[in-house]
């Protein structure tokens, strides 16, 4: 039986600025919170923005819109704020009912496609991990490409020689210039005990910890649950609350949210902070402007293309930062 496993990769963007590199790094945490979602609804894509950004900017998660067929989240990642742990087939919602804190946003990671991204080096990373409800519902219920978890048959009635003994299952592997540095594997479910009743889908988050220097991270899920054609299991889970070391390249830096108006924005923009230096960054890290603050100006953009961006004040010991959208 040939078992595929697809590939996820988080891309953590971590923008150092070199004219004050020393070697120093701050613990950043993302819980994704600032993400602006009504209630009970998603983000999937469909502005073709290509992505999102964490807090503090240093998170840059990507994201596959495919407009065929009346347009559909095609792979990488969504957020959610979605309670909802009954209806099937929501691949936006998590199974837990929320988000770590009860409260807020989570994001989705889908396997479809698989990516290859790498990100800045960090000391360390630990976030919380979770069932979706779709993958959820279809390993409790069965439906009509997965089958029901425990059952010796498929989702065709077919016996499939798992004798029941089935399992869900997510892969995270750290790496550092290419070369693995650990691996941790969390069973989202698993129905392999002797004793039936020990059998779990997990509906908790469930914190993962990487106590490794890492540049890339992967997710692969894999599955009993195999056909032809890959993995039956619905390819989604549930991720929160990242935490990481990461070098900054400023000395005893402070991080704080930069607020930016209007934003989204087109040829001007106005700052909260009136002194230090800004910089603004494109998706890829590089640097697209420049500018000495001196005062609370508008601040002339034009040059910027339409897109999403890194915008960074530095100041002595302080980093400002958040996303900018520019439209023209």
């Known amino acids: 039986m040939k078992r595929i496993f697809q590939v996820l990769s988080i891309a953590l963007l971590c923008n150092t600025v070199s004219s004050y590199a020393q070697n120093r790094s701050v613990t950043m945490t993302t819980t994704f919170d600032s993400l602006y ?50 209806t099937t087939g929501n ?45 959820a519902i279809s390993m409790r219920d069965g439906d009509f490409f997965g089958k029901r978890f425990g059952d010796s048959t498929n989702a065709s009635g077919t016996v499939d020689g798992t004798n029941g003994e089935d399992w869900f299952k997510l892969t995270i592997s750290s790496y550092l210039s290419g070369s693995l540095q650990g691996s941790e594997e969390i069973f989202l479910a698993d129905y392999r005990f002797s004793n039936d009743s020990l059998d779990y889908i997990l509906s908790s988050w469930q914190h993962v910890v990487l106590p490794f220097n890492t540049d890339s991270l992967s997710f692969s899920l894999s599955s009993s649950d195999v056909g032809t054609f890959g993995m ?43 002194d230090g230096i ?9 640097l697209a402007m420049t500018k000495t603050l001196n005062g609370i100006v508008p601040i002339d953009i034009s040059v910027l293309k339409t897109g999403v961006y890194i915008a960074n004040v530095v100041q002595k010991d302080q980093i400002f930062t958040t996303r900018l959208m520019v439209t023209k």
Not at 110 to 134: A, H
């Open 37 to 86: 979602l009504a209630n009970e609804s998603h983000w999937d894509g469909s502005d073709q923005s290509g992505g999102f950004l964490g807090e503090n900017g240093h998170w840059n998660f990507s994201n596959v819109y495919d407009t065929a067929w009346g347009g559909y989240w095609a792979s990488g990642w969504s957020y959610s704020n979605e309670t909802d742990v009954t």
């Open 91 to 135: 691949q936006f919602s998590s199974f837990a009912g929320s988000d770590v804190s009860g409260l807020a946003n989570y994001i989705i990671g889908t396997t479809s496609g698989g990516l290859g991204l790498t990100f800045g080096m960090v000391d360390g990373i630990d976030f919380y991990v979770t069932n979706s409800t779709y993958a």
């Open 232 to 274: 039956n299991t619905p390819g989604f889970f549930c991720l929160d609350q990242i935490t990481a070391e990461v070098a900054t390249g400023i000395p005893q830096l402070k991080a704080s949210t930069l607020k930016i108006y209007p934003n989204p924005a087109d040829n001007q923009i106005m700052l909260d902070q009136i």
């Open 278 to 286: 800004l910089e603004i960054y494109e998706i890829s890290g590089s």
